[in-house]
């Protein structure tokens, strides 16, 4: 007769729990790899991002608690969106065109001129007609003759106190506000207006 030594109760339970767990695990494992027929495995791959719509997103860049560059701030997106809506729709949506890239690293010498030694000084001052000569200069060397160069007006898609300019670049335009003492933001070529310019008149 088979006589089971109760001592070695307490071993046998610390052996069998690691081995229960064990095979719990295996199971699931194979379920995950192997699911039964009828049963979708989860897919491990990231979703795929959303196909690209016409809109058009600004928020104020202004973090602190003036609440009147806030406002301008807000305007200034009033306008840009105004102005998105009234182009027609670009043939090229890549946002780091090397054109446009290019025109941004030449403004910047303009834009940064103030400071002495590399980089910008992060501090604005407004814009000056002497910024828009030189600006003006700096596209015509690039072989950009026709384009547009102003003191940003009300109604134009740039914030109050800076140099707009508008490059026609093979049927597409290069239309940024430039801030003075800030290198300018890399931005996506966009479409023409409905007269087939960059800005208007």
Known sequence: MFVFDAASEPGRRRFAGPVVLAVVLLIGVALWRFPPAGVTA?????PAPPPPGDTFRCGSVYLGDDAVQRA?????????????????????QDAVDPR???????????????QVSSGCPYRERPARPDDVTKISGVL????????????????????EGTVIIGVPVDGLCYVAGIRMGFPPQA???????????????
């Open 42 to 46: 989860p897919d491990p791959s990231p």
């Open 72 to 92: 301008k701030d807000d305007e200034t997106c009033r306008r840009l969106s105004a102005d998105y809506f009234r182009r027609s729709p670009r043939t090229n």
């Open 100 to 114: 446009a890239v290019d025109i941004s690293r030449a403004v910047l010498v303009v834009a940064c001129a103030d």
């Open 140 to 159: 015509r060397g690039m072989g950009y003759p026709e384009a547009t160069v102003r003191l940003a007006r009300p109604a134009d898609p740039a914030a």
């Open 187 to 201: 931005v996506p070529l966009s479409g023409l207006l409905p007269d087939g310019r960059c800005l208007d008149r």
